[in-house]
């Protein structure tokens, strides 16, 4: 285990080492969890928002707001009291708070920071020029990549320093990296900081919590940082304990941003799903459903939901609508108010009926070795209940920001015997995977569906809904193929009474960035519930 604070000695050619720059800084390996530990940071949506609010559009006078003004986002002046209350309380020059995104380092707030004055982010490549978050207008006026600044800019301490202390809290401590002379540090003696390339520095972890379906706790995601322009004799063990703390309160500020931008999301989809019940469509199709004598298969008896369990658990079809209205306020009550260590940070990891998996249940292009099979056509349904299938599927896709969803039917015999990959003559049987309806299938072909993950959605006695994330495709853009899927969701529907086709809504983005939430989990299962009156009609 290496000593964060007391490292080893250097390489002996340390220009040989692949984390060595041109410049001379040593630059950190990415965390071995970096996948997982981006989710976090996409999960809270704040990197999303400040890109989203970047002037693009002209101003009064006609022309384009600047694009190296610092974008002050939605939990700058929080944060900036914090910053200013670090540089008063350690005595140093600058402070800054952070988040870590997977090429960017995106600074939310600082005080006095001199490398950051007209910049929103640094890159993490320490190579790159400095970056803005607002992209500048080419002469044709689309956006170009902005102009690099200063060349000073590029061996800011923050980037360099800031990826090892993101490195060390990836080990599972909350110790903040101290560096008291960066001359004195092998890793940063070359780096020539200006103004602080004979200083201080020293960075706390901003811990996230882990998002759905995954049980680690937390991830830190980003850096609370402080900057001196000069050496420190010493930072004790209660400068530790009070910068940690700093961290965590920084941390609350943005777990409280995050929450309120769910709780939003929850009551809109809360509303759009009462339209939908209510719509005269749906009223008129289940009327005909109710006329036909089956059974459907229900996965377990009806029952008054218990707030002070998971918020997933739900009962009855009004039990479902209250709550998504009570969930956010019952969790929000019972949350602790400022976090402290890792484990003791709410996560959204750990969700009941919900299997995680990184293994993709349905393939939007197709390449040789992939474990999928083409659906069978879908077969012809009566005209309204057809309508109410579509629009179901458009409504969850829209709703929760899906490239893809649909209703498939699974022949749950000829699924479990393995027939649709025996032999050469596979292609010649019939697919046990038939389309019942579909939105966004506008790709040809068409694509493939996994026969394991979809029967197991069905027959599993343990989760009732699966959840797909393909870590690859959140730890690097680049890692993430155009035309696959890098997360979704299937969530059972039920099955015929003679337990021989069962059904499965699925749903499927390629937005790398897209993390499932828990009340979008809700969403589609509350559809998944509705659509079980209608299984009758669809065998």
Known sequence: MIDFNDPPPPPSDLRSSEYATHTGQFRAPLPVNEARRQRAVDSVGLVKALVES????????????SPTKRQKGPLHPALEKLAIEAKSRFGVDASTISLMDRDKQVFLADNSCRFIEDVDALPRDRASPPLSLSPSPRSDGSLADS??????????????????????????????????????????????????????????????????????????????????????????????LDLQAMADRASTEIQQYSTKQRKDKRAALGQRRAEWKKSKLVRRASMQVQSLDKVVEMPTPPRTPDLGQDPLDWG??????????????????????????????????????????????TFRSRRAGRPGIVAAPAKPLASDVKSVLDLTT???????????????AVDLAAAKSGAAYAGASASARPSPIRLVSTYGLESVPAPLFSVESHLDAVVSEQHSALLYADDDAAGSAAAHREGDFSTGLLVKVGATDDGKVGFVLGCFTEDSRRVINSEDLLFVRSFARDLRKYVPALA
């Open 147 to 240: 102009p690099p600044p200063p060349s000073s800019l590029a061996r800011s301490p923050t980037v360099t320093c800031c990826s090892h202390a993101m490195l060390k809290a990836s080990t599972g401590t909350k110790d903040p990296l101290v560096i008291l002379d960066f001359a004195q540090d092998w890793r940063f003696e070359r780096n020539g900081f200006d103004p602080y390339s004979e200083g201080f520095y020293a960075a706390a972890p901003i811990m996230l919590p882990a998002p759905m379906g995954d049980d680690e706790g937390a991830y830190p995601g980003g850096i609370f940082c402080l900057l001196g322009e000069k050496p420190k004799a010493g930072f004790s063990e209660q400068d530790r």
């Open 54 to 65: 970047s002037p693009s559009a002209p101003d009064s006078s006609g022309d384009r707001a």
């Open 316 to 361: 009855d079809d009004a039990a479902q609508d209250e709550l998504f209205a009570q969930v956010a306020e019952a969790r929000d009550a019972e949350a602790p108010r400022r976090p402290s260590l890792p484990d003791s940070i709410g996560s959204s990891g750990s969700v009941s009926n919900l299997h995680s998996t990184s293994v993709a249940p």
């Open 394 to 408: 458009q409504l969850v896709a829209e709703s929760i920001e899906m490239d893809f969803a649909y209703v498939v």
